[in-house]
């Protein structure tokens, strides 16, 4: 079975430009969440989606941020315009229903450096 | 959210030797995972175990929920099991990660 599968590994770009980052969930995991870690402080939810709905996006910091999950399959974090704080490792998780029984899995991560 | 504290921050092993790292969190969980990030960056997961112990060849995990810690033991270390080990709690969906404890064992 595959992982959790994210594109690209490593982006860079200049501040000001857009860069989106895609995440393949694990095949029948209808829970999908994105993560980042940025600046070496810790792993901080983003938001969560279940099948192609928006359950939770309390943790996406600002209006700069889009996520979508066309489909209920695949996802895309879309950051425009990046900023230099944006800079950080972007993860996608998922995991089946039900949700008592939450083991997510997580794909390699996206590093993103905005300079 | 849920506060998770990993101790200790760093713990550098001669091969061969054992080690016990500590999460405690701060509220009650549904969820509590053990992950070890390789020098690749990527997050394995190691552990789902919310309550009980569990083993996995030289690795074991125990969590007291009651007590809200929980503790994973490495045995006969090895050069691959450096990295950072993360903790990390739910009591929905959203997990929270703890800052956690870089291994380096040493040949």
């Known amino acids: 079975e595959a992982g959790v599968t994210q594109f690209p590994s490593h982006s860079v770009i200049e501040k000001g430009q857009t860069v989106t980052l895609r995440c393949d969930p694990i095949s029948g995991h209808d829970n999908l969440y994105w993560y980042r870690r940025v600046m070496g402080k810790e792993i901080k939810f983003l938001l969560h989606f279940v099948k192609e709905s928006k359950q939770d996006e309390s943790g996406m910091p600002n209006n700069r941020f889009l996520a979508e999950r066309t489909g209920g399959t695949y996802s895309t974090l879309k950051v425009q315009p990046a900023e230099l704080e944006d800079s950080g490792v972007y993860f996608c998780?998922?995991?089946?229903?039900?949700?008592?029984?939450?083991?997510?899995?997580f794909g390699p991560g996206t590093r993103l450096t905005v300079l | 959210g849920i506060q998770v504290e990993q101790s200790p921050p760093d713990l550098i092993l001669q091969e061969g030797a054992n080690s016990t790292l500590r999460c405690n969190f701060s509220?009650?969980?549904?969820?509590l995972q053990w992950f070890h990030q390789n020098p690749w960056g990527q997050l394995i997961n190691l552990f789902y175990i919310p309550s009980g112990t569990k083993q996995n060849g030289r690795l074991s995990a125990t969590t007291v929920a009651t007590e809200r810690y929980s503790l994973l033991y490495i045995s006969s270390s090895q050069t691959t099991d450096s990295g950072v080990y993360f903790c990390?709690?739910?009591?929905?969906?959203?997990?929270?990660f703890g800052a956690g404890t870089t291994v380096t064992v040493r040949a």
């Open positions: 998780a998922s995991s089946q229903i039900p949700v008592n029984r939450n083991e997510q899995f």
């Open positions: 990390a709690v739910a009591n929905d969906y959203k997990l929270s």
């Open positions: 509220d009650s969980v549904n969820n």
